[in-house]
């Protein structure tokens, strides 16, 4: 079982930044990728970025060159560090879990966080 708390959002205003993050518990995370993705008000969730154990990461185009995923194995956390925001990022982000599959596909995550609403102003 594995247990993730997402937290850092809130409002920003366009071009702002937030920093989110999510803390992991119960599963060995240090080989573990991670991942972040963010569903808007009536849209379906989709793939913002991942990271594998060993620090390579991947992003959608829609925030690449803007959002930064990390993390720290030792505390067992994951980040998502998001800057020059848009309108557009206005959505619950949810932080997962890499059970098997491809790392862009949310049916490959089997572990989810409750989400963290993040919203950019004009």
């Known amino acids: 079982q594995v247990q993730l708390v997402e937290s850092g959002g809130g409002l920003v205003q366009a071009g702002g930044s937030l920093r989110l993050s999510c803390a992991a518990s119960?599963?060995?995370?240090?080989?573990?990728?991670m991942g972040w993705f963010r569903q808007a008000p009536g849209k379906e969730r989709v793939f913002v970025a991942s990271?594998?154990?060993?620090?390579?990461?991947y992003y959608a185009d829609a925030v690449k060159g803007r959002f930064t995923i990390s993390r720290d194995n030792a505390k067992n956390t994951v980040y998502l560090q998001m800057n020059s925001l848009k309108l557009e990022d206005t959505a619950v982000y949810y932080c997962?879990?890499?059970?098997?599959?491809?790392?862009?596909?949310?049916?490959?995550?089997?572990?989810w966080g409750q989400g963290a609403q993040v919203t950019v102003s004009s």
């Open positions: 997962a879990s890499f059970t098997g599959g491809s790392y862009f596909d949310s049916r490959s995550y089997g572990y």
């Open positions: 990271i594998r154990w060993n620090g390579v990461s």
């Open positions: 119960g599963r060995s995370f240090n080989r573990n990728p």
